[in-house]
């Protein structure tokens, strides 16, 4: 909680011949993060090497192209499949051995056959392409060539041709173009062919056929379509592949991907002729058990230590340790960073305050039952990790919109009947008994949550500060983030003693010392010298960045704005479809009402699921970028590795 | 004499004209603290909208920061709103 798990530095030596059971131990525990070795010569590893891939890794290497290329042609992914121990690895591969290469021939030959068929379908419309121009000339196809004493000219002109010498013409205006063929005596040809290109003549290539043009069309669509029950025949195949096999596919693949990165896992390891090195990371509580594995694995023939950290240069990779609640949030901090390995994780704290923010922005019973059916059915469809923990983030929040509904008695809009809001009331519409919004006292709340909030993020920053800096330095950071808390909170103990303001203390009641000044101003004005003097010795420049203490906090001000603009809208949607189409028709009902109240009923559906996507984008983008934006830059730098430990998840096999 | 009288009160606007001026007034201030805003931010976001395009297209991990990068300028419009209610309602 708060702090990222545990990591210890292994380093792991044995004998070469040791290589294969200590790298299959470690796939199997998955924990080991390998810390990949580069032959640049560091301190100690003078004249290791690289090492080379374990015997099988080619063969392993190929089946898993085969597979994948098959996966691809039946578009099947492993993601989309529930995960299911279908056999364990001997079964498996026997399977593969036996099953693999029957089953690559046929999808091959489909695909082959897929893809000739497309071609020749292809062909066979460029030909209906180029005899349909002579459609309109009624003669055969065949009588276009094969003369000795004459030319025949076919093409597109753009105006009627006259010519002058003895010719057969015959002119067919188009819409754009207008097709000509003319047979003419080769002795003339130099004379059509200027009087052709005065009109501008493209000529069409004469088809290579026999027969009139429809006759042709007709035999080269026949084909077509015989080509075309064929080839729908193959996708049914392809299909049937895809069912019969998609378990086998996908549990092949996952053995293959283990068996191809456990054979490659030596290229990361350093080498000599005779021993191995590896280094990596596993997490502290892990490493007896891991130790103890590896030793029996190789039978005590093997030299496993834990390392000192070197936090200045050691990057430690970062694996989150949040209870399991807050674990669906780490996608949120993802998005920006992962922490550092010596940073505070505040997932914690965002998975408590994302869904009070979403909720009070919006806070609609209604709303919150849509997002809440929406965040439980989309399960069906999002079968990956992180879709499942942005559904539960979203999940969370709809419950908390539902949460702040009732308190502030809303339901699309509407005030639930007989129920007074306990918040401040966001009504827009005064109605018999309601309140009209309550604005200041909105407005008044969401600068204390900002203030609360920013409050929190500048201790995390002193904290933090303590937990990574050394020195004189440490000590400044410390101060200058002490210092902005006294600079905002000396500001508003100022504010206070001088104007009353509602849900704030009022200080103006303080002994004067000058006129309007009280000790209260007194107090909060050395406050904020002292903060800005703190903030000063630290770095000069930040003090330029003092005015950002009020643009943050008046940010939070978006709470209650985003939330109005959504109030609003709802209200207004209300206010079309009931309150002007569907009201006054009940009240004179007539045959023609029904079909203004469907218009109504439609109004009121459009804009409500139009007022829950802005509700998601507006109640989700801006608490998360409250976090981001305001709380996150007051102590989060973020940029850890992320934890990926040498092994896999196994879904569809058994070790 | 008569007619002068009428003029006068034509002229003269009653107490209920100037508070209903007056309302007037705030709507025409509140829908300009909100427009003009909104242009604002809709001309922040542009610039950096056709960047985080681009980003998104050379690298599909940066969405999300992009996307917070692009609601960044809301602010100016909420704030514009914030004005704006405070105008209309306090």
């Known amino acids: ?655 | 004499m008569a007619a002068e009288l009428v003029t006068a009160v034509d002229v003269v606007m009653t107490v209920e004209q100037i508070k209903a001026s007056q309302i007037g007034m705030k709507a025409i201030a509140a829908a300009l603290a909100v427009g003009m805003t909104g242009i604002a931010t809709g001309i922040a976001e542009m610039a950096i909208g056709t960047a985080a395009v681009g980003a998104t297209a050379e690298n599909k991990d940066t969405f999300g920061l992009v996307l917070l990068l692009t609601v960044i300028p809301e602010t100016i419009v909420i704030f514009g709103l914030v004005v704006a209610l405070l105008l209309l309602f306090v």
């Open chain 1, 1 to 655: 909680m708060l702090a990222p798990k545990q990591m210890s530095r292994l380093l792991i030596v044995a004998s070469r011949d040791r290589m294969a059971p200590v790298v299959a131990e470690l796939y199997r525990h998955h924990l080991f993060h390998i810390e990949e070795f580069v032959e640049a010569g560091a301190v100690g590893y003078e004249g290791f090497k690289i090492g080379t891939p374990l015997s099988g890794a080619g063969e392993a290497s190929v089946d898993l192209v085969k597979i994948r290329a098959i996966e691809n042609a039946t578009s099947i992914h492993g993601d989309d499949i529930d995960s299911a121990k279908i056999c364990t690895s001997t079964e498996l591969k026997s399977r593969i051995e036996r099953e693999l290469p029957l089953l690559e021939k046929e999808v091959v030959d489909l695909m082959v056959r897929r893809s000739l068929l497309d071609t020749k379908v292809k062909e066979n419309e460029q030909k209906i392409a180029e005899i349909r121009p002579f459609l309109t000339v009624p003669v055969d196809l065949d009588l276009y060539r094969g003369y000795s004493g004459f030319n025949v000219f076919a093409g597109y002109v753009a105006r009627e041709v006259k010519l002058s010498v003895p010719c057969e013409m015959s002119y067919s205006p188009g819409k754009d173009k207008n097709f000509i063929v003319i047979v003419a005596p080769a002795g003339e040809r130099s004379e059509v062919e200027r009087s052709l290109q005065e009109a501008a003549f493209q000529p069409v290539q004469i088809p290579e056929e026999s027969g009139t043009p429809q006759a042709r069309i007709d035999y080269y669509s026949g084909e077509i379509s015989t080509m075309k029950t064929e080839f729908d025949e193959i996708i049914k195949k392809l299909e049937a592949v895809r069912t019969k096999h998609s378990g086998f596919l996908v549990a092949c693949e996952e053995f293959l991907k283990a068996e191809v990165e456990q054979n490659e896992a030596p290229l990361r390891f350093a080498t000599t002729k005779q021993t191995f090195v590896a280094e990596g990371w596993v997490p502290s509580d892990r490493v007896d058990a891991v130790t103890a594995d590896l030793v029996k694995a190789t039978e005590g023939k093997i030299y496993v230590t834990v390392l000192p950290i070197d936090f200045e240069h050691d990057s430690v990779p970062v694996e989150y340790n949040n209870p399991s609640f807050a674990k669906p949030t780490q996608v949120l901090m993802d998005v920006y960073s992962r922490p550092k390995y010596t940073e505070l994780d505040p997932t914690l704290m965002v998975s408590i305050v994302f869904p009070i923010f979403f909720g009070l922005i919006l806070g609609d019973v209604g709303y919150g039952l849509i997002l809440l059916a929406m965040s439980l059915g989309l399960r069906k469809f999002l079968k990956g990790e992180d879709g499942r923990y942005l559904l539960t983030v979203l999940r969370n929040a709809s419950i908390s919109s539902i949460i702040f509904g009732l308190l502030f008695s809303e339901f699309l809009g509407f005030a639930i009947p007989g129920l007074q809001p306990i918040l401040p009331s966001r009504h827009l519409m005064v109605e018999h008994g309601s309140h009209g919004p309550m604005i200041p006292d909105l407005l008044i709340l969401s600068i204390w949550i900002g203030v609360l909030h920013i409050s929190l993020g500048r201790i995390l920053g002193i904290i933090n500060h303590a937990r990574q800096d050394h020195g004189e330095h440490r000590t400044k950071a410390m101060l200058a983030n002490f210092g902005w808390l006294a600079v905002m909170w000396g500001v508003l103990i100022a504010i206070w003693s001088i104007a009353a303001l509602p849900l704030m203390p009022n200080l103006t009641g303080l002994p004067p010392v000058v006129s309007i000044v009280n000790y209260g101003v007194v107090i909060g004005g050395v406050l904020a010298v002292l903060g800005i003097l703190l903030i000063a010795r630290d770095s000069v420049l930040e003090v330029v960045e003092l005015p950002s203490i009020i643009s943050h906090v008046l940010s939070y001000a978006r709470i209650v704005a985003v939330g109005f603009s959504s109030v609003a809208i709802a209200m207004v949607v209300n206010f079309i479809s009931i309150g002007m189409l569907i009201q006054p028709q009940l009240e004179n009902f007539s045959i023609f009402s029904i079909i203004v109240i469907i218009a109504g009923l439609v109004v009121f559906l459009m804009g409500h699921a139009l007022n829950t996507v802005l509700g998601i984008m507006g109640g989700g983008l801006h608490s998360i970028r409250l976090h981001y934006v305001e709380f996150f830059t007051k102590f989060y730098k973020g940029g850890g590795v992320k934890y990926v430990p040498f092994g896999m998840k196994r879904r569809f096999t058994e070790d």
